[in-house]
C-alpha cells in the first residue's frame, strides 16, 4: 500500500459518513469522526426516527454496524414502520447481524435513579466500575450484551429521559456521562433530541448542544398556511459545513434532501 493509499485508508476508518440521501455533500469532510456524537433535534413528526433509521439501513448496505436504542417506541413497531413505508428490512439486517434493535424501558431505567441522584451516585451509575468486554456497552446504569462492535450506536431518543429530571444539573451531569461512554466505542454516536418545529432553540433545556460534537436539526417551517421540511447543520466541531436550511422530503425512499432548492 503506498502513502497515499493509507492515507485514503486511515481516512475512511476514522471518518463515517451519515449516509442519508445528501447530508454528506453538506459537511466538508464528507462524515463525521469515530468517538464521536451527533444531537440530531427536530419536532415531533419531522422524521428524526426515520433520518437514524436511513442512516443506519444505508450503513449496513456498507458493512457498517448499527445498534440502535429505542427507549419511546417498541422496537417491533419501529420495524414495521420501515418496512411498510420504505421497505426496509431491519428484521433481515439484524439476522445478518448487521443491525440491533433493542428497546430500553425508560420506567425501569428511572427507578433506578431515582436512587442515585446524588453526583458520584449517578457518575458511578452510568459509568459503573466494573470490566466490560468489548462485546457489551455500559449505558444506562446496565450492561448490554451487543452482538457485534457498533460502527454507529443511536439513541432514540434523550427526551424522555430528560423530562424525568427535576434538576436540571443532574441532566448535564447524565448527559456528559452518556456522551463520554459512547465516544469511548469509537463509533459514530446519534442522539435524538426533541424540540419545536421551527429553529428557534434547539433543546429545551440548552444543555444538550454544548455537550456534544455536533448538531443537525429538522425543521417543520411554517409560512402562512404552508409548512416545508428543512434540514440544518447547526454546529460540528469536527468539519466545516453548509450554512444554509436545505428543504427535504419524506416519500417512498425516506429522506430525500433537495439540494440546491430554497425552503422558500
Ligand atoms: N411512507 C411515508 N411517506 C411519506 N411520509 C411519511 C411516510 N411515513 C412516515 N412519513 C412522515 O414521517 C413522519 C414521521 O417520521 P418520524 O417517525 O421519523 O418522526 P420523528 O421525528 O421521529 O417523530 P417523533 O418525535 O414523534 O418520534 C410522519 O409525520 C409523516 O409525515
Ligand atoms: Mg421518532
Given at each position: 500500500?503506498?502513502?497515499?493509499?493509507?492515507?485514503?485508508?486511515?481516512?475512511?476508518?476514522?471518518?463515517?459518513?451519515?449516509?442519508?440521501?445528501?447530508?454528506?455533500?453538506?459537511?466538508?469532510?464528507?462524515?463525521?469522526?469515530?468517538g464521536?456524537?451527533?444531537?440530531l433535534?427536530?419536532?415531533?413528526?419531522?422524521?428524526?426516527?426515520?433520518?437514524?433509521?436511513?442512516?443506519?439501513?444505508?450503513?449496513?448496505?456498507?458493512?457498517?454496524?448499527?445498534?440502535?436504542?429505542?427507549?419511546?417506541?417498541?422496537?417491533?413497531?419501529?420495524?414495521?414502520?420501515?418496512?411498510?413505508?420504505?421497505?426496509?428490512?431491519?428484521d433481515?439486517?439484524?439476522?445478518?447481524?448487521?443491525?440491533?434493535?433493542?428497546?430500553?424501558?425508560?420506567?425501569?431505567?428511572l427507578?433506578?435513579?431515582?436512587?442515585?441522584?446524588?453526583?458520584?451516585?449517578i457518575?458511578?451509575?452510568?459509568?459503573?466500575?466494573?470490566n466490560?468486554?468489548p462485546?457489551?456497552?455500559?449505558?444506562?446504569?446496565?450492561?448490554?450484551?451487543?452482538?457485534?462492535?457498533?460502527?454507529?450506536?443511536?439513541?432514540?431518543?434523550?427526551?424522555?429521559?430528560?423530562?424525568?429530571?427535576?434538576?436540571?444539573?443532574?441532566?448535564?451531569?447524565?448527559?456528559?456521562?452518556?456522551?463520554?461512554?459512547?465516544?469511548?466505542?469509537?463509533?459514530?454516536?446519534?442522539?435524538?433530541?426533541?424540540?419545536?418545529?421551527?429553529?428557534?432553540?434547539?433543546?429545551?433545556?440548552?444543555?444538550?448542544?454544548?455537550?456534544?460534537?455536533?448538531?443537525?436539526?429538522?425543521?417543520?417551517?411554517?409560512?402562512?398556511?404552508?409548512?416545508?421540511?428543512?434540514?440544518?447543520?447547526?454546529?460540528?466541531?469536527?468539519?466545516?459545513?453548509?450554512?444554509?436550511?436545505?428543504?427535504?422530503?419524506?416519500?417512498?425512499?425516506?429522506?430525500?434532501?433537495?439540494?440546491?432548492?430554497?425552503?422558500?
Open positions: 500500500m503506498t502513502i497515499a493509499e493509507k492515507d485514503v485508508q486511515e481516512k475512511s476508518d476514522h471518518l463515517l459518513p451519515l449516509r442519508v440521501s445528501t447530508v454528506d455533500q453538506m459537511i466538508e469532510a464528507s462524515g463525521l469522526e469515530r464521536s456524537t451527533l444531537l433535534s427536530g419536532g415531533c413528526g419531522s422524521g428524526k426516527t426515520i433520518f437514524a433509521m436511513q442512516s443506519a439501513y444505508n450503513a449496513a448496505l456498507n458493512g457498517e454496524r448499527t445498534l440502535y436504542l429505542t427507549i419511546e417506541e417498541s422496537n417491533e413497531k419501529i420495524k414495521r414502520h420501515m418496512k411498510n413505508s420504505f421497505n426496509w428490512d431491519i433481515s439486517l439484524e439476522k445478518k447481524g448487521m443491525m440491533a434493535v433493542k428497546e430500553i424501558n425508560s420506567i425501569e431505567f427507578s433506578s435513579l431515582e436512587n442515585c441522584m446524588k453526583e458520584a451516585e457518575k458511578q451509575a452510568i459509568y459503573g466500575d466494573i466490560i468486554t462485546a457489551q456497552l455500559f449505558i444506562f446504569g446496565k450492561t448490554i450484551d451487543l452482538p457485534f462492535k457498533p460502527d454507529r450506536i443511536i439513541v432514540d431518543s434523550i427526551s424522555a429521559l430528560a423530562a424525568m429530571f427535576k434538576d436540571k444539573d443532574h441532566y448535564r451531569l447524565f448527559l456528559k456521562a452518556l456522551v463520554d461512554t459512547l465516544n469511548k466505542n469509537n463509533s459514530l454516536n446519534i442522539l435524538i433530541n426533541e424540540t419545536e418545529h421551527e429553529p428557534i432553540l434547539y433543546n429545551k433545556l440548552g444543555v444538550e448542544e454544548f455537550l456534544v460534537d455536533g448538531v443537525i436539526g429538522l425543521y417543520n417551517i411554517r409560512k402562512g398556511e404552508l409548512r416545508r421540511r428543512a434540514i440544518e447543520v447547526v454546529k460540528l466541531r469536527s468539519s466545516d459545513h453548509t450554512k444554509e436550511m436545505v428543504p427535504y422530503t419524506i416519500g417512498r425512499d425516506g429522506i430525500r434532501i433537495l439540494r440546491g432548492e430554497r425552503v422558500y
